[in-house]
């Protein structure tokens, strides 16, 4: 598993993000490939990012600018229940049942449990839609009783 941390930014490191921020911004535009001019003291070099990566640059530097680490994993990638647990902000035990409920699904390494990466963040996702679905109906009753102006 390829897995690269930042961990949050020096002050120093915070305010070069947010210049490079400010400055890939004016020429991002979605679904679009930029290139770069890169360069040291011996060489010059332009390189093309794919549009998938120039979104994924912005969104590291919009998090360091915050002052938040990043956490890069790809999707494929298989996480320990801890790791997963972490990602879900559940704790351990809960994750396990929610594994052998099935409502994520994992393999089994001798003792280990393993879940994918893809399968935590697709589980994610649906709970978060659930999530904001009650959230709506709770406010369309409460504009229907007039309690919610």
């Given at each position: 598993?390829?897995?690269?941390?930042?961990?949050?930014?020096?002050?120093?490191?915070?305010?070069?993000?947010?210049?490079?921020?400010?400055?890939?911004?004016?020429?991002?535009e979605?679904?679009?490939?930029?290139?770069?001019?890169?360069?040291?003291?011996?060489?010059?070099?332009?390189?093309?990012?794919?549009?998938?990566?120039?979104?994924?640059?912005k969104?590291?530097?919009?998090?360091?600018?915050?002052?938040?680490?990043?956490?890069l994993?790809?999707?494929?990638?298989?996480?320990?229940?801890?790791?997963?647990?972490?990602?879900?902000?559940?704790?351990?035990?809960?994750?396990?049942?929610?594994?052998?409920?099935?409502?994520?699904?994992?393999?089994?390494?001798?003792?280990?449990?393993?879940?994918?990466?893809?399968?935590?963040?697709?589980?994610?996702?649906?709970?978060?839609?659930?999530?904001?679905?009650?959230?709506?109906?709770?406010?369309?009753?409460?504009?229907?009783?007039?309690?919610?102006?």
């Open positions: 598993m390829v897995t690269i941390d930042v961990h949050p930014p020096t002050e120093k490191a915070a305010s070069q993000a947010r210049e490079s921020y400010e400055k890939l911004v004016r020429f991002v979605p679904k679009r490939p930029l290139t770069f001019v890169v360069s040291d003291a011996e060489h010059k070099e332009s390189i093309q990012l794919p549009a998938e990566v120039v979104e994924l640059l969104k590291v530097l919009e998090a360091m600018v915050a002052g938040h680490g990043v956490t994993i790809p999707l494929h990638a298989e996480l320990t229940t801890m790791e997963a647990a972490d990602i879900l902000n559940v704790s351990r035990p809960y994750l396990i049942k929610l594994l052998e409920a099935d409502e994520i699904p994992y393999r089994r390494v001798g003792r280990h449990r393993r879940v994918r990466m893809e399968d935590v963040l697709t589980y994610k996702k649906n709970i978060d839609s659930a999530r904001e679905a009650i959230l709506d109906q709770m406010v369309a009753e409460a504009e229907e009783l007039g309690l919610y102006d």
